[in-house]
C-alpha cells in the first residue's frame, strides 16, 4: 500500500514536471512567433517604401525622357522648318556653251597663228544660286568659268552679286554686280548666244554686266520695259581693281506687242578708265532693234553707232564706229531649227594721217537639234573679214592699219542649263 502510494506520488510529480514543461515551451514557441511576424511586418514595410521610391524614381525618368523626345522633336521641327525655309526660297541654276571646232585663220594671206587648229572649248560656264528672303529682298551671286586670254589660264570670276528690292513688277531696284540693259535683252532676241556674242558684245562696244546701281521695271503686264544702269564701266570682271573717273550710265527702253519688239538704248561714260588718267572724249553708243519673235520662228535686226571707243585717253584723235546685225531661226520641224546671222560693221579714226576704214564682216549658218529642253547641239559654219586693229571675239587686233584677217571655223557648239 505504502509502495503503491509512492508510485502514485511519484507519477503525479511527474505529471506536474512534464505539465509545467510543456507550458513553458508553449510560451517560448508563441513569444518567437510574434518576434519573427513582427520583422516580416519590418521588412515588408521597407520593401513597401524601397518600390515606393523605385516607382517614383521611374516615373521621374520616364519624365525626363518624355520632355527630352519633345525637347528633341521640337528642335528638329525648328531645325527642319529654317531649313527647309531657307532652301524651298533657294535655287540653283547653271549653264554651259561648249564647242568642238575647227578653225581656219589667215592673216595677210598666210595661215598663221595659234587659233588654228581643232579643239574643245568650253567658251562660258555660269553657275547662279537665287535667295528670296521675303516678298521684296532677294540676292544672286553667278560665278562665270571662262578662258582669260590676258592671263593664258581659265579663270572663275563673279558675274553676278547683287541685293535685289523689288517694290514691284513696275520698279525692281538691284546693288551689285548684275546685267546690263542692252546685251542680255538682245541675247533673249537673237535665241543663239551659245553660238556667237551679239553684235556690240562681239565688237567689244559694250558689256553684259557691271558693279553699280541698277532699275528696271515692266508696265502695263510686259508691254513696255525699261533698265538703267549707273555703273563702273569696267566690266564685272574687274570689281574693285581701280577707281574710275566717274560713273557711266547705260538705258533701254522697249516695246513689245503681240511677239513684235522695237527697242532703243544708250551708253554714256569714259568706259571704265582709271582715275587719275587723262581724259579727252567720252564714249558715247545709240542702240536700236526691231524683231518679230516667236517659239518656232524669229528675225530681227539690231544697229548701232558709237564714238570714241578707241580714243577717250588720245589727245590726238577721235573714232566713230557703226554697225548692223540681221538674224533668223525657224524651227521647221519638232527638235530642228535653222538659223542664221550677218554681221557689217566700220570703224574709222580720226585726226590721223591716211587712216582707212576698218571694216568687218561676219556670218553663220547652222542647224540645230533640240533634243530635250536644257539640251541644244548645232553644227555651224562661221566666216569673219576685217581690216586693220579691229579686235573682235574671235579675232585679235592687226598689227596695223592695213592688217587682213580672214577667219573661218566649223564644229559642234552646244549649250547646256539648268
Known amino acids: 500500500m505504502k509502495l503503491k502510494s509512492l508510485w502514485l506520488v511519484g507519477a503525479a510529480s511527474a505529471a506536474m514536471i512534464l505539465t509545467a514543461s510543456a507550458a513553458q515551451a508553449g ?3 508563441a513569444n518567437n512567433s510574434a518576434a519573427t511576424d513582427q520583422a516580416l511586418a519590418q521588412a515588408n514595410q521597407r520593401l513597401d517604401d524601397v518600390n515606393s521610391r523605385l516607382d517614383a524614381l521611374e516615373s521621374e525618368l520616364q519624365s525626363a525622357e518624355t520632355r527630352a523626345a519633345a525637347d528633341h522633336d521640337a528642335s528638329t521641327a525648328t531645325a ?4 527647309g525655309a531657307w532652301w524651298n526660297n533657294t535655287s540653283i541654276n547653271g549653264r554651259m556653251y561648249w564647242d568642238f571646232s575647227y578653225v581656219d585663220q589667215e592673216v595677210n594671206h598666210t595661215r598663221t597663228g595659234t587659233t588654228n587648229g581643232t579643239a574643245f572649248d568650253i567658251k562660258r560656264f555660269y553657275v547662279g544660286i537665287d535667295h528670296k528672303f521675303n516678298d521684296v529682298f532677294s540676292a544672286n551671286v553667278t560665278t562665270d568659268f571662262t578662258f582669260d586670254s590676258s592671263s593664258g589660264v581659265n579663270q572663275v570670276f563673279i558675274k553676278k552679286a547683287y541685293l535685289q528690292a523689288k517694290v514691284s513688277d513696275a520698279l525692281v531696284f538691284k546693288v551689285g554686280s548684275t546685267d546690263m540693259p542692252w546685251i542680255p ?3 533673249d532676241i537673237y535665241g543663239y548666244r551659245y553660238v556667237e556674242n ?4 562681239r565688237l567689244k562696244d559694250a558689256n553684259s554686266a557691271d558693279w553699280g546701281a541698277h532699275v528696271s521695271g515692266k508696265l502695263y503686264d510686259g508691254m513696255l520695259n525699261y533698265a538703267v544702269s549707273v555703273v563702273n ?3 564685272y570682271k574687274k570689281a574693285n581693281i581701280f577707281r574710275t573717273n566717274g560713273p557711266d550710265v547705260e538705258g533701254r527702253l ?4 503681240d511677239h513684235f519688239i522695237v527697242g532703243i538704248g544708250g551708253y554714256t561714260g569714259k568706259f571704265g578708265q582709271q582715275f587719275g588718267t587723262a581724259l579727252h572724249h567720252s564714249f558715247t553708243r545709240g542702240d536700236a532693234v526691231a524683231a518679230y519673235v516667236m517659239p518656232d520662228f524669229r528675225i530681227g535686226v539690231e544697229y548701232f553707232a558709237g564714238n570714241n571707243v578707241s580714243s577717250v585717253t588720245s589727245a590726238t584723235q577721235t573714232d566713230t564706229e557703226s554697225g548692223v546685225s540681221g538674224f533668223g531661226a525657224w524651227t521647221f520641224m519638232p527638235e530642228w531649227s535653222v538659223f542664221g546671222r550677218y554681221d557689217w560693221a566700220t570703224k574709222h579714226l580720226h ?3 591716211a587712216t582707212p576704214d576698218m571694216p568687218n564682216d561676219y556670218y553663220n549658218v547652222g542647224i ?8 541644244d547641239f548645232s553644227l555651224v559654219y562661221k566666216h569673219e573679214d576685217e581690216s586693220g586693229n579691229y579686235a573682235t571675239s574671235n579675232i585679235g587686233a592687226g598689227a596695223t592699219m592695213a592688217t587682213k584677217t580672214n577667219y573661218n571655223e566649223v564644229g559642234i557648239f552646244g549649250q547646256l542649263r539648268w
Open 80 to 83: 527642319n522648318s529654317i531649313l
Open 185 to 187: 535683252f538682245m541675247e
Open 198 to 201: 551679239t553684235l556690240t558684245d
Open 368 to 375: 540645230e537639234w533640240n533634243p530635250i529642253k536644257i539640251v
Open 254 to 257: 522697249d516695246l513689245d506687242v
Open 233 to 235: 564701266g569696267a566690266g
Open 351 to 353: 585726226q590721223v594721217a
Open 27 to 29: 510560451s517560448a514557441s
